[in-house]
C-alpha cells in the first residue's frame, strides 16, 4: 500500500519561510512524476510545482510561485520537498502531495500552511 505523509506545515507571518516534506512509503519514488498542489477555501486544488523528470532535472512552477518556491526530491530518501520562502496571505491553503505515473495516481492527507499577521 503506498502511503504519502506530508508534514512541515504550519503558520507563519508574511516574508517568512517553511520547508514542506512528503515521505513515500510503499513504492519507490523514481518511479513517479511528483508534484505539489494546494486548495484554499472555495478554490479548486491547483498545481503548485512539479518534477516531471525521474532524476529531478525537469521542474515546473505556478506564476504565482515562480522565484519563491522551489520543489525537489531525495530519491534515496524517498522524500519530495516544497521549500516556500517570501510567503504572503495568499499562499495560505492546504498542501498536498501528490506521485503520478501511467497507471497510478495517489494523493496525501495534505498539510495546512496559513501565512497571516
Not at 19 to 41: I, K
Not at 96 to 110: A, F, I, K, P
Amino acid at each position: 500500500q503506498v502511503q504519502l505523509v506530508e508534514s512541515g506545515g504550519g503558520l507563519v507571518q508574511p516574508g517568512g519561510s517553511l520547508r514542506l516534506s512528503c515521505a513515500v512509503s510503499g513504492s519507490t519514488l523514481s518511479m513517479y512524476a511528483t508534484g505539489w498542489y494546494r486548495q484554499a477555501p472555495g478554490n479548486q486544488r491547483e498545481l503548485v510545482a512539479s518534477i516531471t523528470s525521474v532524476t529531478g532535472s525537469r521542474t515546473n512552477y505556478a506564476d504565482s510561485v515562480k522565484g519563491r518556491f522551489t520543489i525537489s526530491r531525495d530519491n534515496a530518501k524517498n522524500t519530495v520537498y516544497l521549500q516556500m520562502n517570501s510567503l504572503k496571505p495568499e499562499d495560505t491553503a492546504v498542501y498536498y502531495c501528490n506521485l503520478v505515473n501511467s497507471r497510478y495516481n495517489y494523493w496525501g492527507q495534505g498539510t495546512q500552511v496559513t501565512v497571516s499577521s
